[in-house]
């Protein structure tokens, strides 16, 4: 089993439209969750960072974390054609060591104007 | 500089050629990243510098991958005898301290022919 799973899509939605992007992973440890936004040929860039259970809100991203369920979840509202992109969830385990991110493997996201 | 420069963009290499991939940080930037992403997949690290020390090569696949940041500011990853499972982007990352968030480069495209 991988350390973190996502479903890599390819998600195509309507411009406006909510979208739900998942990822789930298996060693409990794991404490620092990040999203990624990756345009074609280009580097990932960091959209939102959390480190605890909850909600964290960014304009129009939410990052959900579900520790639980072991479950982390980006929300988009009002989604808009410049919001089509990768996006790839990124964690981090604890004491030092964030900086070993285990990226999802991404999932491809096509807003539709 | 304003970002994570990477050199070259793209880069063609025969089996067997040996290849040097060049990173420039941001300015000031304590922490540099080397992370591997293959075709439809997400980045997977490979090693991390501290300054000039590297703290952590785990990630390497093999000891034909080598890299180095003498004096703490620019990086080289250096892949030998290169071979076609070697194609993939090479990411560069760096970060102002350990636990800071990490800044990417656009990546070398590495093809392997």
């Known amino acids: 089993q991988k350390e973190v799973e996502q479903d890599p899509g390819p998600l195509s939605v309507p411009e406006g439209a909510i979208v739900s992007l998942n990822c789930t992973y298996s060693?409990?440890?794991?404490?620092?969750f990040m999203w990624y936004r990756q345009y074609s040929r280009k580097g990932p860039e960091l959209l939102m960072y959390?480190?605890?259970?909850g909600n964290k809100e960014d304009g129009r991203f939410t990052a959900q974390v579900d520790k639980s369920s072991k479950y982390i979840s980006l929300f988009i509202r009002d989604s808009q054609p410049s919001d089509s992109a990768t996006y790839l969830c990124?964690?981090?385990?604890?004491?030092?060591?964030?900086?070993?991110?285990?990226f999802g493997k991404g999932t491809l996201l096509t807003v539709n104007p | 500089g304003a970002g994570v420069s990477q050199s070259p963009r793209y880069k063609v290499a025969k089996r067997g050629q040996d290849v040097a991939l060049r990173c420039d940080p941001i300015s000031g930037h304590v922490s540099l990243f080397w992370y591997q992403q293959a075709l439809g997949q997400g980045p997977e690290f490979l090693t991390y510098?501290?300054?000039?020390?590297?703290?952590?090569k785990s990630g390497l696949p093999s000891d034909r991958f080598f890299a180095e940041r003498p004096e703490g500011s620019v990086s080289t990853l250096k892949i030998q005898r290169t071979q076609q499972e070697d194609s993939a982007v090479y990411l560069c990352a760096s970060s102002l301290e350990r636990e800071s968030p990490l800044h990417f480069g656009n990546g070398t495209r590495l093809t392997v022919t």
């Open positions: 510098f501290q300054n000039e020390a590297q703290l952590d």
């Open positions: 959390t480190y605890s259970s």
């Open positions: 060693n409990s440890a794991f404490q620092y």
């Open positions: 990124a964690i981090a385990l604890p004491g030092g060591s964030n900086y070993k991110l285990t």
